[in-house]
Structures are given as structure tokens and as C-alpha cells.
Nanobody
Framework: QVQLVESGGGLVQAGGSLRLSCAAS????????MGWYRQAPGKQRELVAI???????KYADSVKGRFTISRDNAKNTVYLQMNSLKPEDTAVYYC????????????WGQGTQVTVSS
């Protein structure tokens, strides 16, 4: 099956930056859309950004202009560059990958904590 390895989370001050990475692997799979979700305590999981296989990105309104999603298809890796971080960005960030073998399936990373202090 597909395995996802996330990295890049941490603690930063407001206004700082972090770059999250998610590397996907899976024999026989083609990787389609890749994205990032986040979940803060007491809140529902929300979509942060998603990028198609052709590189077309979409963002949640709350992160537009601050976050940039990108992907390296040769490495099957999706990135999330987070700039101008705010305390409200604090959450566990989860990588999600749509992979296709015969039928499309969603796969989740284990999550990485992002904490932004005031």
C-alpha cells in the first residue's frame, strides 16, 4: 500500500516560516491530487491546500497569500511552505494523497505538529 512520511513541523514565533514535506511511496500506484489538512483542538479537520497532478493549487481563504503548496512528481513529494505564520495556524497538519492503482484511494500521513507562538 501507500506510505506517507511527513516532516517539517515545529515551534515558531508569529511571523516565522516552516516548510512541511510529505513523501509518498507505493509500488504500482500513480499519485494524483496531494494536499494538506489541519486540525486544531476543538475544531474540525479542514483543508488547507491541495495541488493537482498538473500542479494547479487551491487554498483555503485563511492561508491564501501566506502558504504555498508545491509538488515534485519525480520524488512523489508534496510541500507546504508556510510564511507569515499566525497563532491561529497552530494545529496538527496531515498530508493527504490521492493514489490510483485501479481505483482511487485516499491515504493519510501521521500528522505533524505546528505551533505558532505570539
Amino acid at each position: 500500500q501507500v506510505q506517507l512520511v511527513e516532516s517539517g513541523g515545529g515551534l515558531v514565533q508569529a511571523g516565522g516560516s516552516l516548510r512541511l514535506s510529505c513523501a509518498a511511496s507505493g509500488s504500482g500506484f500513480s499519485f494524483d491530487a496531494m494536499g494538506w489538512y489541519r486540525q486544531a483542538p476543538g475544531k474540525q479537520r479542514e483543508l488547507v491546500a491541495i495541488i493537482s497532478s498538473d500542479g494547479s493549487p487551491k487554498y483555503a481563504d485563511s492561508v491564501k497569500g501566506r502558504f504555498t503548496i508545491s509538488r515534485d512528481n519525480a520524488k512523489n513529494t508534496v510541500y507546504l511552505q508556510m510564511n507569515s505564520l499566525k497563532p491561529e495556524d497552530t494545529a496538527v497538519y496531515y498530508c493527504n494523497v490521492r493514489a490510483r492503482w485501479f481505483l482511487s484511494q485516499n491515504f493519510w500521513g501521521q500528522g505533524t505538529q505546528v505551533t505558532v507562538s505570539s
